[in-house]
């Protein structure tokens, strides 16, 4: 699977030229690949040309090739991604004749980082959950050695529900940070700019198994 940043005219056309966009988002998405389209992202209207090239080219760099769709050439914006993505070796091509994607090879769950979610209250709990959408049975396996690994808990997690999201990290609250939990959180998101691919264990975990030991 590649991850693709979609390229293409947007100013001076109607709707910006989002449909094109939504459209070859969505069949690249159907062919099995990750797509990052400019068209998704949460800049409001209004601003500045430069803020969304430099909002766009930071989506861009998370990328491994470019897929760019027809009036490329005539768009000073899709000209400055694509002298950029091939200055740093990345692939550039017609959108239309991007492949579909070659079945995924197995994921070695040495390769999965599970990272734990504190509760942003004082339930004392955690959520399991690593960057990018891994095999179900790859992430549990993953999980169930980094709580071994945590406090030595020898927990089965067979048969448990995983999601595959999208996340983006946000500021958080005043309340939440007036506690001292966190200064971001990570929200639910849609696919797309800011926006990165999570694998979630769909259930929350006691923070510690541990017994205190009776002095």
Known sequence: MKRIYISGPMTGLPNLNFPAFHAEAARLRAMGHEVVNP????????????????????????????????????????????????????????????????PAAAVSQDRINVFMGYAADDSCQIQLWARGHHDHAAFLSACERALMDWDERNTSLAGKV????????????????????????????????????????DEWLPLSTRKEIAA
């Open 162 to 201: 995983v999601r595959h999201e999208h996340w983006r990290t946000v500021a958080a609250d005043a309340e939440t940070r007036a506690r001292g939990v966190w200064d971001t959180l990570h929200v639910l998101s849609k696919p797309g700019r800011g926006a990165y691919a999570v694998t979630v264990l």
């Open 39 to 102: 068209a998704e992202g949460p800049l409001p209207a209004g601003l500045p040309w430069a803020d969304y090239m430099r909002f766009d080219i930071a989506a861009l760099l998370t990328c491994t090739m470019v897929a760019v769709l027809p009036g490329w050439g005539k768009s000073k914006g899709a000209r400055l991604e694509c002298s950029i993505a091939l200055e740093l070796g990345m692939t550039v091509q017609a959108a239309d004749s991007v492949q579909l994607a070659a």
